[in-house]
């Protein structure tokens, strides 16, 4: 039984347009993210929510759009996609925000044509 | 800036030795770190952990070592296997917060 999962594994899109990571996790963790890694492997933390509220947000463009529906739920929205969007995107949780390890889902493959 | 570890170093071992992948960390005010390992095509996976009460915390054929005066982690691999090739990465958490900081991560290369 997976821990965190997301889904799509693979998205290919043009530019411009708008597409949505969604993730989930089953073990009853209050705080989830959004990474990104890029093509040299640096992985980068965007939106950690605790809660299902918006706790960190780093600098992200607001065409990101995080949204968490409930504690084991956090979805990624993105409007009018760049190529420089294209990166390994991951999901993760960890039973607090704070001295505790993350788990992570198996990321989604995003490839901006 | 906020800055944990090297560009993407390779390490490359021989099977049955022993492996040391380092990481230096930036931020005086973190007090938490995590070593995670990534496999191809997979999610960072929890490895080891330690507070920065502490200097040393061993698992299983893993040993992390931290140096707060230095600002220096380190991952000991003990009897390095092939199954052990991946990406490693070193993250800090600073001040118990909501926002881990990772390292470019080290390669590591296990010859057969």
């Known amino acids: 039984d997976t821990a965190v999962s997301q889904t799509p594994k693979y998205l290919v899109t043009q530019m411009g347009n708008d597409k949505s990571i969604k993730c989930e996790q089953n073990l009853g963790h209050d705080t989830m993210y959004w990474y990104k890694q890029d093509s040299k492997k640096f992985l980068k933390i965007m939106f950690s929510y605790n809660n299902k509220e918006l706790i960190i947000n780093e600098t992200v463009p607001n065409r990101f759009s995080p949204k968490s529906p409930d504690k084991a739920h956090l979805n990624l929205h993105i409007n009018s996609l760049e190529l420089g969007d294209s990166a390994v995107y991951f999901c993760a949780s960890s039973q607090d925000g704070g001295y505790t390890e993350a788990f992570f889902g198996q990321g989604t493959r995003l490839t901006v044509v | ?112």
């Open chain 2, 1 to 112: 800036g906020e800055s944990v570890g090297l560009h993407l170093p390779t390490l490359s071992v021989q099977e049955g030795d022993n492996s040391i992948i380092n990481c230096a960390y930036s931020n005086s005010a973190s007090d938490y770190f995590i070593w995670y390992k990534q496999e191809s095509g997979k999610g960072p996976q929890f490895i080891i952990d330690i507070r920065s009460n502490m200097d040393k915390r061993q698992g299983q054929r893993v040993t992390v070592l931290l140096n707060k005066t230095v600002k220096h982690l380190s991952l000991q691999i003990a009897a390095t296997q092939p199954g052990d090739s991946a990406v490693y990465f070193c993250a800090e958490n600073i001040g118990g917060g909501f926002k881990t900081i990772f390292g470019a991560g080290t390669r590591l290369f296990v010859k057969a």
